[in-house]
């Protein structure tokens, strides 16, 4: 799978300083590799939210390991994108 960037006017600098960012494989939880991250004149902490709902959301759209709960797809759904 190639690396998803996300097509938010909110996110569009921090792709900029962080062009090898991959949000399916980061995991923002873990603060040595959020301090590896460009965050000149950015806010991290709303970026840092935005990237967060943004990887949930992805994970479920693209790993819906809840198959038989029907999580993944009640998202696709909401989303209208089923």
């Keep these: 799978m190639s690396t998803i960037k996300i097509s938010d006017p ?5 792709y900029t300083q962080n062009y090898n960012f991959d949000i399916l494989k980061f995991n923002l939880r873990y603060q040595a590799a959020l301090s590896q991250l ?3 004149d950015l ?4 970026i ?3 990237l967060k709902k943004y990887q949930r959301l992805l ?3 693209l790993f819906p390991s809840w198959e038989g709960l029907g999580v993944g797809w ?5 989303l209208g994108v089923g």
């Design 10 to 14: 909110n996110l569009d600098r921090f």
């Design 38 to 40: 460009n965050w000149q």
């Design 43 to 46: 806010e991290q902490p709303s």
């Design 48 to 50: 840092l939210d935005l």
């Design 59 to 61: 994970r479920l759209l």
């Design 74 to 78: 009640f998202v696709v759904d909401w």
